[in-house]
């Protein structure tokens, strides 16, 4: 199993529409984490353990964000077949992933957009395990995509 997917994201990488497509969209979200992020700030709020783990997770967001939208840049151009369950995933996780981005009051800003300000507020680590979930989310997306890349699954009626 983990061979196949291996093999679908090497094949994905090799595609220059597909890695394009999550370079640019992997660097925006990289831009839009690091323009919210003040690392001093947690620095001194979270103190250096928490801060450095929220910090190289907005990394690490960034990169499964851009793996995830060049997988299915491949899976639509090359087969023009995309399941709503397998989208539904990465676009729950990239909200999330997104909502937590940077410090706490740059966080705060974003999620009261959406209404979950005062819920970010009351947990232990400020946001951090939703930004856990929404990575758990994204690999778990991205598995889904590259275990069935080169699979249609259009049914005739």
Same mark, same amino acid.
């Given at each position: 199993?983990?061979?196949?997917? *291996? ?10 529409? %597909? ?10 979200? $990289? ?9 001093? $700030?947690? $620095? ?33 151009? *090359? ?17 999330? %992933? ?8 740059? %966080? ?17 680590? *400020? ?18 995509? $590259? ?11």
């Amino acid at each position: 199993m983990l061979k196949i997917i *291996f093999q679908n994201l090497i094949k994905v990488i090799k595609s220059k529409l %597909s890695i394009t497509a999550g370079i640019i969209s992997g660097g925006i979200i $990289l831009r839009i984490s690091n323009d919210f992020t003040n690392y001093d $700030l947690m $620095l001194g709020n979270y103190g250096p353990i928490l801060a450095n783990i929220e910090y190289y997770s907005n990394f690490l967001i960034a990169f499964l964000f851009g793996l995830l939208i060049a997988s299915t840049t491949y899976k639509i151009y *090359f087969f023009g077949n995309f399941s709503k369950y397998q989208s539904g995933g990465g676009i729950i996780g990239s909200i999330a %992933s997104i909502v937590t981005i940077g410090c706490p009051a740059c %966080s705060i800003t974003l999620a009261s957009y959406i209404g979950i300000g005062g819920t970010i507020l009351s947990m232990p680590y *400020f946001g951090l395990e939703i930004k856990a979930v929404g990575i758990l989310v994204l690999l778990i997306s991205l598995f889904f995509i $590259l275990k069935d890349l080169e699979v249609c699954k259009i049914t005739k009626k």
